[in-house]
């Protein structure tokens, strides 16, 4: 196997985002339980560093830190990466949104990394609950300041947001002291966040898009609306440069400086989804792809959209809160 050079985007605080990363959320199972470590996952990230990823992007609650800790030393032990060339993202869940609490949350982080830094610290949610997971009122900017001194403290060089909406951040721009890094917000083809991703990106926020493969692959196990892999209008691209139609919608985000992070477990796909580095598309290609654009949402946790900081719309019949353990 090849490597593939990947490059890189600037963030607001000087420093350089690998223009992809590798997703690592293995989901959770009926009873709301995040999956049994998967031990394969540290395989897999060995694997992934050996063909040329070198962002990881995980969350507290996704309960995957220590195997990519793991995979990352032994790559360095290797002398196949040197730490400073790994960057990681990883999340505050949101039971720590207490000022007081973040620099403990990430110390929890670091530890299960086995790391001295986390390359970029996101809030996961707008959203605070209590331990029992009832709401919280802490606001936000509380936890936006915890963020902002534990990049002062150098455990994170850098600290951003993640499923906040346009004015949640505008509120940040304009209240915090340190500017985003970043934001993570849900981005394929089916919601492609025109308006949100310009005005991203005019504030030098970079923006990371989750589930890049929108409806091409079936989400909570079962098939969705949409375009699939064998869609038309993205198959003709394919064949035109050689590529696959996930290929495809991987260098759109490309195309649009976003960076996509797309999860796999599968050696053959963790190839597949970073080489695209080696082709680009016409502007008329990727407008062709913002058509297939439907503003479908597949993280929608309208359990929680009563609470004061719920950032999408509300909608009739909220789902059960999985996270409630009965
Ligand atoms: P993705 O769009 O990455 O889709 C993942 C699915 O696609 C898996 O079933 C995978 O199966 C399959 N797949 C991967 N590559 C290919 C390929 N080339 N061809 C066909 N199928 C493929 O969705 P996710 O929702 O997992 O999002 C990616 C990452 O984004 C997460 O892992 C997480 O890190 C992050 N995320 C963040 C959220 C947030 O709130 N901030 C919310 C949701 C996700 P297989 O493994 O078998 O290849």
């Known amino acids: 196997a090849s490597t593939m050079e990947v ?27 995040v999956k049994s470590k998967d031990k394969q996952l540290r395989d897999v990230v060995m694997r992934a560093i050996d063909v040329g990823y070198r962002h990881f992007d995980t969350a507290s609650v996704y309960e995957t830190e220590q195997e990519i800790g793991e995979a990352v030393k ?13 960057f990681i993202t990883t999340k505050l869940w949101n039971t720590q949104h207490r000022r007081t609490e973040v620099a403990q949350a990430i110390n929890d982080s670091l530890k299960k990394l086995g790391l001295d830094y986390i390359d ?19 606001d936000f900017m509380e936890t936006w300041r915890g963020l902002e001194d534990a990049q002062r403290m150098g455990i994170v060089k850098g600290i951003g947001l993640s499923n906040f909406n346009k004015q949640q951040l505008e509120r940040v721009l304009k209240e915090g002291t340190i500017k985003p890094d970043a934001i993570q917000i849900e981005v394929h083809l089916q919601n492609v966040q025109k308006e949100m991703v310009e005005f991203c990106q005019s504030e030098g ?11 091409l692959v079936a989400r909570h196990g079962s ?15 394919a064949q035109k440069y050689g590529k696959t139609t996930p290929q495809i919608v991987l260098r759109w985000q490309i195309e649009r400086k976003v960076v996509p992070i797309p999860k796999t477990v599968n050696p053959k796909r963790l190839e597949e989804n970073i080489n695209i580095f080696d082709f680009t ?7 062709k792809i913002n058509g297939f654009d439907t503003h479908t949402r597949y993280t929608l946790p309208s359990f929680w959209q009563n609470h004061p900081y719920y950032p999408f719309d509300k909608v009739d019949n909220p789902i059960a809160d999985p996270f409630i353990k009965v």
Do not use: C
């Open 7 to 33: 490059p890189s985007l600037k963030m607001n605080n000087g420093r350089d985002m690998p223009a992809i990363g590798l997703g690592t959320y293995l989901g959770f199972d009926q009873n709301g339980v």
């Open 74 to 86: 032994m790559k360095v032990e290797e002398g196949v990466v040197k730490r400073e060339d790994i």
């Open 120 to 138: 970029l610290y996101l809030m996961h949610w707008p959203i605070g609950l209590n331990a029992d997971y009832s709401h919280s009122d802490v």
């Open 205 to 215: 926020v970079v923006v990371m898009g989750y589930s890049p493969f929108g409806s």
């Open 223 to 237: 098939t969705v609306e949409g375009p699939k892999i064998d869609d038309p209008v993205l198959s003709s691209i």
């Open 281 to 287: 598309l016409t502007p008329d290609e990727v407008e």
